[in-house]
């Protein structure tokens, strides 16, 4: 078997190359995936490890997860009740409905959620012909900037558990990060911007209560998934049924919305990124790669942030860097048994680019899928912002 370091390389440059030659990112990431396993793995070994995460409830959750979030997401659309929402946001936002609408459903720690506020601006996408290239940028980086302060995604109470610090500590840390984060994300769209035509009209109290009234899907996910604490695979399905119920909806359009929510290639999509990410922890990839990099004698302060970027990277799951990374550098991050705010804004913030700029990422995947985009020109937007987020998340850790 191959050094299990050098095979996780050997598939993250095949995903790369397949995706540079435009196959379908299923297909990369099950090719990437077998090289992997069959690198790591006897064949009988590694398609039983496949069964097993394709079966697991991990797995299962998210699909289910996921899969209902289509559902609802494509009957709100059939009812007007996004149409609605997305007329009241133009009428507060105008075109920075593309930023609110994202960061709207950032609130939701659900997999996948990017397709809810994907759908959200799929008419202003297409009324004002904003490149898709662009629309996938907009609703992929502010979905995701709350991630480095809001205390409900799961990378945050991991990260907090590991360094026994109150979680309300821990985001007034990461504040000015995730302030940054997020206007990197407007000055890179600035140009783009200027070019949509839509203005903002005069707010009253009936747009507030359409979008309340509207967006009740998504209060409702809200209250009962972070206030009561239920799972989110019991509280979506049941989220996607009130609509049916309350809506009236009629059996032929009910149909049309499952029926486009259950499309194989986001099934495949979900899978694939899971097997990967389960492979690589029953490798112990991640653990090679840092036992790989400290052998070359590289210094404490790059090695910490270099591991938790490339791990992000290389799985695209939040939870992997936070999981497998952060418990290795406690010490680092807490010298002498203090919370150092400069050590925490960079590894924290180098493990979220990572996974910003994963092409396994679910949310991207989702996303280029959905408007039809190419990841290389999506690129050309994450990349400035994401060096800029990394440069000042140094700064602040030679600041601070």
Same mark, same amino acid.
């Given at each position: 078997?191959?050094?299990?370091?050098?095979?996780?390389?050997?598939?993250?440059?095949?995903?790369?190359?397949?995706?540079?030659?435009?196959?379908?990112?299923?297909?990369?990431?099950?090719?990437?995936?077998?090289?992997?396993?069959?690198?790591?793995?006897?064949?009988?070994?590694?398609?039983?490890?496949?069964?097993?995460?394709?079966?697991?409830?991990?797995?299962?959750?998210?699909?289910?997860?996921?899969?209902?979030?289509?559902?609802?997401?494509?009957?709100?659309?059939?009812?007007?009740?996004?149409?609605?929402?997305?007329?009241?946001?133009?009428?507060?936002?105008?075109?920075?409905?593309?930023?609110?609408?994202?960061?709207?459903?950032?609130?939701?720690?659900?997999?996948?959620?990017?397709?809810?506020?994907?759908?959200?601006?799929?008419?202003?996408?297409?009324?004002?012909?904003?490149?898709?290239?662009?629309?996938?940028?907009?609703?992929?980086?502010?979905?995701?900037?709350?991630?480095?302060?809001?205390?409900?995604?799961?990378?945050?109470?991991?990260?907090?558990?590991?360094?026994?610090?109150?979680?309300?500590?821990?985001?007034?840390?990461?504040?000015?990060?995730?302030?940054?984060?997020?206007?990197?994300?407007?000055?890179?769209?600035?140009?783009?911007?200027?070019?949509?035509?839509?203005?903002?009209?005069?707010?009253?109290?009936?747009?507030?209560?359409?979008?309340?009234?509207?967006?009740?899907?998504?209060?409702?996910?809200?209250?009962?998934?972070?206030?009561?604490?239920?799972?989110?695979?019991?509280?979506?399905?049941?989220?996607?049924?009130?609509?049916?119920?309350?809506?009236?909806?009629?059996?032929?359009?009910?149909?049309?919305?499952?029926?486009?929510? +259950?499309? *194989?290639? &986001?099934?495949?999509?979900? %899978? $694939? @990124? =899971?097997?990967?990410?389960?492979?690589?922890? /029953?490798?112990?990839?991640?653990?090679?790669?840092?036992?790989?990099?400290?052998?070359?004698?590289?210094?404490?302060?790059?090695?910490?942030?270099?591991?938790?970027?490339?791990?992000?990277?290389?799985?695209?799951?939040?939870?992997?860097?936070?999981?497998?990374?952060?418990?290795?550098?406690?010490?680092?991050?807490?010298?002498?048994?203090?919370?150092?705010?400069?050590? +925490?804004? *960079?590894? &924290?913030?180098?493990?979220? %680019? $990572? @996974? =910003?700029?994963?092409?396994?990422?679910?949310? /991207?995947?989702?996303?280029?899928?959905?408007?039809?985009?190419?990841?290389?020109?999506?690129?050309?937007?994450?990349?400035?912002?994401?060096?800029?987020?990394?440069?000042?998340?140094?700064?602040?850790?030679?600041?601070?």
């Amino acid at each position: 078997m191959v050094d299990v370091a050098i095979a996780l390389l050997a598939s993250f440059a095949l995903i790369f190359i397949l995706i540079a030659r435009k196959i379908t990112p299923a297909i990369c990431i099950f090719a990437g995936l077998t090289l992997l396993g069959v690198l790591s793995f006897p064949p009988e070994t590694f398609l039983k490890y496949l069964l097993n995460s394709f079966t697991s409830r991990e797995t299962l959750e998210i699909l289910i997860i996921v899969t209902f979030a289509l559902a609802m997401s494509f009957s709100m659309e059939q009812t007007g009740m996004l149409s609605q929402i997305t007329e009241v946001l133009t009428s507060l936002g105008g075109k920075w409905t593309l930023v609110l609408a994202p960061l709207l459903i950032g609130l939701l720690p659900m997999p996948g959620g990017a397709i809810v506020s994907a759908m959200m601006v799929a008419d202003i996408v297409k009324k004002y012909k904003v490149s898709s290239e662009f629309a996938t940028f907009t609703n992929y980086w502010f979905r995701h900037v709350l991630v480095l302060i809001w205390p409900v995604y799961p990378v945050f109470l991991i990260i907090a558990e590991v360094l026994e610090s109150p979680y309300i500590r821990l985001s007034e840390i990461m504040l000015p990060m995730g302030f940054s984060v997020f206007l990197f994300g407007i000055l890179i769209s600035l140009k783009d911007m200027r070019k949509i035509g839509i203005k903002r009209e005069k707010i009253s109290l009936r747009n507030i209560f359409e979008l309340l009234k509207n967006s009740y899907p998504i209060i409702a996910i809200i209250i009962f998934s972070l206030i009561f604490k239920i799972e989110l695979w019991i509280v979506v399905p049941l989220t996607a049924l009130s609509v049916i119920l309350l809506k009236r909806m009629e059996k032929e359009k009910i149909l049309e919305a499952y029926r486009k929510s +259950l499309d *194989l290639s &986001f099934i495949m999509l979900i %899978l $694939g @990124v =899971m097997a990967y990410k389960d492979i690589i922890e /029953l490798t112990g990839a991640a653990e090679s790669l840092i036992v790989l990099l400290e052998s070359k004698s590289i210094p404490i302060w790059l090695i910490a942030p270099t591991l938790s970027f490339l791990i992000g990277f290389s799985s695209g799951v939040d939870v992997s860097y936070a999981s497998t990374v952060f418990p290795l550098f406690t010490q680092f991050i807490k010298s002498g048994g203090v919370l150092s705010q400069g050590h +925490l804004i *960079l590894m &924290f913030t180098s493990g979220f %680019l $990572g @996974v =910003m700029m994963s092409p396994m990422h679910l949310c /991207l995947i989702i996303t280029l899928k959905f408007f039809k985009a190419e990841l290389r020109d999506v690129y050309r937007y994450i990349l400035p912002t994401s060096v800029l987020s990394l440069l000042i998340s140094a700064l602040f850790f030679l600041l601070l």
